[in-house]
């Protein structure tokens, strides 16, 4: 019976090949813990990795363009309309139809997923940072001049910190957006927790990879998050300072 | 205890202290607007001086002000500080020497009381040790705890906030401030401490100051003199507090000082500059009026005790003199009141 089926999907599903060894997948239990710890270091963990890099990638690529872009529509109000009108159109393309897309010209690749990945992050931190450059008080504006700031000291030294929760709000939403986008990357690029997460939704018995490729994504969502909140307590201490 | 600019004592500064500002035919119009916000405005303040620009809204103080340190460019005339025209300086560099407080003062949200007040120094390449030193000293000056270095503004009263303003503004020993309504949001009472601080501040650091108000009475008290603009920016009387309350060159300005301008005059002298009747050591109605009272209040004084003799008191608590209506009632016909 397993192999017969085994052969039938064999191209689909490596590991079905191999006959359990493992009292609770053959109970096809929903978790089942000797699995985990069996294909951890083979599958699991390099997985993991690969989807830490591929969101790295995308987020840092996403914040040097969008900040970029931000900085020149916070000095020329024209650019706005035109940025915003392109990245929101990038924002809402299905993702799937996106990678699609993508790939009979760029090819299955990472380069391909990261395109498509830094296309999702451009409108959320284009538009965090541009607001919160934006939001600077003009009065911390005016004094910044009056005492003898020019453009670029008073965007360094005064704006560009003050904008700083408003960026690492975009960062966070950015970096969770793209987590959760890079598992459906794995349909072009062959990495990340998409990869286990396919393969769990090709086996129509077993759900134990599913829900653990799956759980892994949404803590690696929920740690970087976390962890961005921290680097922004840090960057802003002053943010939390209130009449005492 | 002198106050040590340490600005001047490296020689930093090209200015030895105050600079002497002459504002000389400035005009203004915004690009788009028909009318101009300031029509040839001449006027020249003395270094050291503190010079009032007041108006109703619309008359150009604001623009005037800021005209000085080129945060509007000029459309004609000529700006000159300690002689030379500000027109030949970069604006960023000339701003650096010209102490800057606006009405929302416009702390950095970011940064600590001291990196406040740092601001200016640090531009102009300070070391850390003279900077710090220089910080110190100013939250002294200002009569604050040194503590409140470390604080963020967020932390900060108004009346902090206020006085953290003026002493950014001061660090760098500028020989020139411009002061925007700097009390505007403040409440009555405090913003009285704070003019009375000022000017005991003014005493010490001997600045030229261009302070901006609409409000005529604070205009008396803060200035050396008065520039009183009308609408449309134009100058209609520049004088002494004094000469403005006594002689206003036209209605305009004798409305704007208003109907009380008699007693507003009596509010710039205090009794010690009166001649005062001789005690008779009759009727020693203590009424806590001293020799540093003004005749204005000594006047109310007088009023309130039913328009009797009121008995002025020395510094040493002893009868100095006497005070009666009459004696008040021919000060302001004759001269007698000096300034």
Redesign the interface.
């Known amino acids: 019976m397993t192999v017969l089926l085994a052969a039938a999907h064999a191209p689909v599903i490596p590991n079905f090949g191999n006959p359990s060894s493992f009292a609770c997948e053959r109970a096809n239990r929903l978790f089942c813990s000797d699995w985990v710890s069996h294909n951890w270091s083979t599958v699991l963990w390099p997985a993991l990795r690969q989807h830490l890099v591929l969101t790295l990638i995308a987020v840092s690529l996403g914040f040097v363009i969008s900040t970029t872009l931000a900085l020149i529509a916070y000095r020329r109000r024209w650019f706005e309309r035109p940025v915003l009108i392109v990245t929101s159109i990038l924002y809402t393309i299905p993702s799937l139809a996106l990678f699609e897309l993508l790939a009979p010209s760029l090819g299955l690749n990472r380069t391909t997923a990261e395109v498509a990945l830094v296309s999702y992050t451009l409108l959320i931190m284009f538009r965090n940072t541009l607001t919160g450059l934006r939001e600077v008080?003009d009065?911390?504006?005016?004094?910044?001049?009056?005492?003898?700031?020019?453009p670029l000291?008073s965007l360094l030294r005064?704006e560009l910190?003050?904008a700083?929760p408003a960026i690492t709000a975009g960062v966070r939403i950015a970096t969770v957006t793209v987590i959760s986008l890079a598992t459906v990357a794995a349909l072009i690029d062959n990495e990340g927790l998409g990869v286990p997460i396919l393969t769990a939704i090709s086996n129509e018995v077993f759900k134990t990879e599913l829900i653990v490729a799956g759980g892994m994504a949404v803590g690696l969502a929920l740690a970087a998050d976390g962890l961005l909140v921290l680097v922004q307590r840090w960057l802003?201490p002053?943010?939390r300072?209130?009449?005492? | 205890m002198p106050i040590d600019n340490s600005a001047q004592q490296e020689g930093q500064s090209t200015y030895r202290q105050a600079a002497a500002l002459e504002l000389r035919d400035v005009s203004k119009r915004y690009t788009g607007q028909k009318e101009p916000a300031l029509v040839d405005l001449s006027l020249s303040v003395g270094a050291g001086e503190v010079c009032v620009l007041v108006g109703p809204s619309g008359s150009g103080k604001t623009t005037a002000m800021r005209l000085i340190?080129r945060?509007i460019p000029l459309s004609a005339g000529d700006i000159l500080l300690g002689g030379r025209s500000v027109l030949e300086r970069e604006p960023?560099?000339?701003?650096?020497?010209i102490g800057?407080v606006?009405?929302?003062?416009?702390?950095?949200?970011?940064?600590s009381v001291a990196d406040n007040i740092a601001?200016?120094p640090r531009?102009l390449g300070w070391d850390k040790a003279r900077i710090a030193a220089r910080v110190e000293e100013l939250i002294e000056l200002m009569g604050l705890d040194p503590e409140i270095g470390k604080?963020?503004p967020?932390?900060?009263?108004g009346g902090q906030r206020q006085r953290i303003g003026v002493a950014?503004?001061l660090a760098a020993d500028p020989p020139l401030m411009?002061m925007d309504e700097p009390f505007g949001a403040i409440d009555p009472i405090n913003r009285a401490r704070l003019q009375d601080e000022f000017l005991r501040l003014q005493e010490r650091v001997r600045k030229t100051v261009v302070f901006v108000t609409h409000d005529i009475d604070e205009a008396i008290k803060m200035g050396d003199r008065i520039a009183i603009l009308r609408q449309g920016g134009r100058l209609a009387q520049y004088d002494t507090p004094a000469e403005i309350l006594t002689n206003p060159t036209d209605d305009f300005v004798a409305e704007f000082v208003g109907a009380d301008r008699a007693l507003k005059r009596l509010g710039l002298s205090t009794l010690a500059d009166v001649r005062l009747a001789p005690p008779n050591g009759a009727t020693a109605t203590d009424g806590g009026v001293t020799l540093d009272t003004t005749v204005r209040d000594a006047l109310s004084k007088v009023l309130a005790a039913g328009g009797s003799p009121v008995t002025v008191l020395d510094h040493a608590g002893r009868p100095a003199g006497v005070v009666t209506l009459e004696l008040l009632g021919g000060l302001l016909g004759n001269g007698a009141l000096p300034r």
């Open positions: 008080p009065e911390v504006r005016d004094a910044a001049a009056g005492m003898g700031m020019g000291q005064v910190p003050l700083l802003t002053w943010a300072a209130r009449s005492a | 340190n945060m960023t560099e000339l701003r650096r020497e800057y606006i009405q929302q003062i416009g702390l950095f949200p970011h940064l601001t200016v531009l604080r963020y967020a932390q900060l009263s950014r503004a411009l």
